[in-house]
């Protein structure tokens, strides 16, 4: 079956340009994770939904940073006025609950460039 | 915040040679997973460890996880140019968020 799928696979953008990364998961996932990953580090946990509510967003480092899933199935990362520390891989992953005993399935990533 | 250490950072091997990665936490974890990312790819779930002293294989990996469920290890047997990839460590503190550990990158000398 198909696994999470990740749109645009790479964005290249000015600095201080709007963003939106598109994450659609595993069909009956019910879990969504964004994480950011640096070059040389693990991932970093920005947000968690649970169905259609965010039940965890203490990762998103400031207000420009805002993540929906409306209908409990695609998600969508905004990031406003982008900063060249923005630059990094966004990944999305997907799991059956959020039960905190699941393995978590990503999706190829997001390759974010600020100019 | 709460933080999962990962030692070493890189490790070279020759091929055939065996691999251990050590991943620490200062508080108790409610679990642990392990994730392997291969170059330019994502990192895609090896295992769950749960109870206290538990070990688990794979084949040639075997997963240990501390008796304090603060510790936990991920021994390769015998390398293999496949292996090669960065092995992380992820943790959940209570039914807090998945914390990733900061990655042992495994290289290989065929």
């Known amino acids: 079956g198909a696994g999470v799928s990740q749109t645009p696979s790479n964005k290249v953008t000015e600095k201080g340009k709007y963003v939106e990364l598109r994450c659609d998961p595993i069909s009956g996932h019910t879990a969504l994770y964004w994480y950011r990953q640096s070059l040389g580090q693990g991932p970093e946990f920005l947000i968690y939904?649970?169905?259609?509510?965010?039940?965890?967003d203490s990762g998103l480092p400031n207000d420009r940073f805002f993540a929906v899933r409306p209908e409990g199935s695609v998600s969508t990362l905004k990031i406003q006025r982008t900063e060249r520390g923005d630059s990094a891989v966004y990944l999305c992953?997907?799991?059956?609950?959020?039960?905190?005993?699941?393995?978590?399935?990503f999706g190829d990533g997001t390759r974010l460039s600020i100019l | 915040g709460q933080q999962v250490m990962q030692i070493p950072q890189y490790q070279h091997v020759q091929e055939g040679e065996d691999f251990t990665t050590y991943c620490n936490s200062s508080?108790?974890?409610?679990?642990i997973q392990w994730y392997k990312q291969r170059p330019g790819g994502h990192p895609v779930f090896l295992i769950q460890?749960?109870?206290?002293?538990e070990v688990k294989k794979q084949k040639r990996l075997t997963f240990q996880f501390g008796e304090a469920k603060k510790n936990s290890s991920l021994h390769i047997t015998a390398t293999q140019t496949t292996d090669v990839g960065t092995y992380f460590c992820a943790g959940h503190f209570g039914n807090e968020k998945l914390t990733f550990g900061t990655g042992t990158r495994l290289t290989i000398i065929p």
């Open positions: 508080t108790t974890l409610s679990n």
């Open positions: 460890l749960v109870k206290s002293g």
């Open positions: 939904f649970q169905g259609t509510g965010a039940a965890d």
């Open positions: 992953a997907s799991s059956s609950s959020g039960t905190g005993n699941q393995p978590q399935h």
